[in-house]
């Protein structure tokens, strides 16, 4: 968690509860503000704020709220009609700057204060065929940093499909070229929601060790039920079990890093978390090591697998430093690093020997869990097969016609190396969850991670 986490907000829907600074300084909220990165741009007044998605050809409004109860040190908050999102201002570092922190994000969000909303704001945009491509492929232009690893000439692309865009194009047919534009990316974090059509577009890599059925992950799951001593406990709304495997070896299964609490939030959720942690660990003591299986596990909350990082050591360690994509040309520049550091906990913890099972299906926030544990000492070893490669949070954008797309737009970098596109390895590569693999009726990855354990 961030050192700024007093006070509890939410910015944006996509967003969710957020938090900022508490610098004593004299400001006010009032103005147009921007954000380092993201491409928002916030138009806060006495009594309300509007928000906006802009790029180069397009400004998309996105928020409406109006003026609610601060909370103490904000220099303003707001509430939308709904009254499920709230936004409120905090000081930053100096004047005319504010820092937002998003308690179930790893980084804060910067705003800056700018002299008024772009010229691109002062139009409507029309939803055409036409302008909802170019809002798309202007978005992915200005935001998505990867198009090296991906080997991919954006402008291009681009240019290849627009031709086939024209007022004549239906939406299914706009859906579909938009939607091929990124397929090829394989990227987890890249969507696209047409409700008007009924069509969701879900970007993903693939490999046999895919479960892309629930008969399938409770078959994957329940593989290791025979290695399991008694029965698994189960804690956060089912998302996180626990067992021992034999006497010495303890188990821990994370299924989701969301959906901790009934009402869903972040903090009831990460309180829900430490009493589980609180559980699992109360005899650690006595165990000759631990193994922690994310292979299925679709992401969540980044800082929950902080939490449990900081239940694994003894010394303070950096566990990753996260950037967005700062410019919207020049892809290769970043905002300052913002670093995570795994503090030791004073609760129930393990400090022994770890193994921790991945796979294609440890996706995000289970991808940097695993990339938290890298500096970990003694080092963990991991086993099973290379992860997602998907770390950032998605980007959530509109077009003029209401659909909704996603894309990454930032980065984890840990000792100098981020892992977007190729995946975490892991340290000895097991298959466990193809069909065949799972036909057999064992657990391969488990059977492997006991050896070492009980060889230590």
């Given amino acids: 968690m961030s050192p700024f986490s007093r006070c509890v907000l939410a910015l944006v829907a996509t967003i969710g509860v957020a938090c900022a600074t508490q610098a004593q300084q004299s400001d006010s909220a009032i103005g147009v503000w921007a954000t380092d990165g993201y491409g928002l741009v916030f138009d806060v007044r006495a009594d309300s704020v509007s928000s906006f998605e802009v790029t180069k050809v397009s400004c998309i409004p996105a928020l409406e709220a109006a003026t609610t109860v601060a909370p103490p040190g ?5 509430k939308s009609p709904s009254g499920s ?9 100096t004047r005319g700057r504010a820092r937002i922190d998003v308690p179930s994000r790893a980084s804060d969000m910067i705003l800056r204060r700018i002299d008024g909303k772009p010229a691109v704001c002062d139009a409507s945009m029309p939803n055409t065929p036409l302008s909802n491509f170019d809002v798309f492929a202007e978005t992915w232009a200005e935001h998505y940093p990867f198009f090296p690893e991906k080997k991919t000439d954006w402008p291009k692309v681009v240019a290849d499909n627009r031709s086939r865009v024209s007022d004549a194009t239906t939406p299914e047919q706009l859906f579909g070229i938009l939607s091929r534009m990124i397929a090829p990316f394989e990227d987890a974090h890249s969507s696209i929601s047409a409700s008007s059509i009924k069509r969701l577009f879900a970007g993903a890599r693939t490999s046999p060790s895919s479960l892309t059925s629930a008969a399938e992950r409770d078959q994957a799951w329940a593989l290791v039920s025979r290695y399991v001593t008694g029965t698994l406990q189960t804690f956060c709304q089912g998302r996180v ?7 010495d070896i303890g188990y821990v299964r994370i299924r989701s890093f969301s959906g901790y609490s009934s009402d869903g939030s972040f903090e009831s959720g990460l309180t829900a978390l430490e009493a589980a942690l609180d559980t699992v660990f109360a005899n650690s003591r006595s165990w000759k090591g631990l193994v922690i299986d994310v292979r299925v596990n679709g992401g969540g909350a980044d800082p929950y697998g902080l939490a449990i990082a900081r239940r694994l050591t003894a010394t303070p360690y950096t566990a990753y430093a996260k950037q967005a994509r700062s410019d919207p040309v020049d892809a290769t520049k970043w905002t300052p690093e913002q670093t995570s550091v ?12 770890i193994v921790e099972l991945i796979g294609i299906q440890s996706i995000s926030a289970a991808e940097t869990f695993t990339q938290a544990l890298m500096n970990r000492q003694p080092q963990i070893t991991r086993i099973g097969e290379t992860t997602q490669g998907v770390f950032s949070d998605v980007l959530s954008r509109t077009l003029p016609n209401g659909w909704r797309f996603g894309l990454a737009n930032e980065r984890f970098v840990t000792n100098g190396r981020y892992y977007d596109h190729f995946g975490i390895a892991p340290d000895i590569a097991v298959e466990s969850l193809t069909p065949a693999a799972r036909a057999t009726g064992r657990d391969a990855a488990i059977e492997k991670a ?5 060889a230590k």
Avoid: K
């Fill in 74 to 78: 904000a220099l303003a908050a707001y």
């Fill in 85 to 93: 999102v709230t936004f409120a201002m905090f000081p930053g570092d």
């Fill in 241 to 247: 079990e626990f067992g021992m495997l034999g006497a």
């Fill in 342 to 353: 795994v503090q030791p906990s004073n609760r129930p913890s393990f400090h022994g020997p």
């Fill in 450 to 454: 006991l050896s070492l354990l009980q």
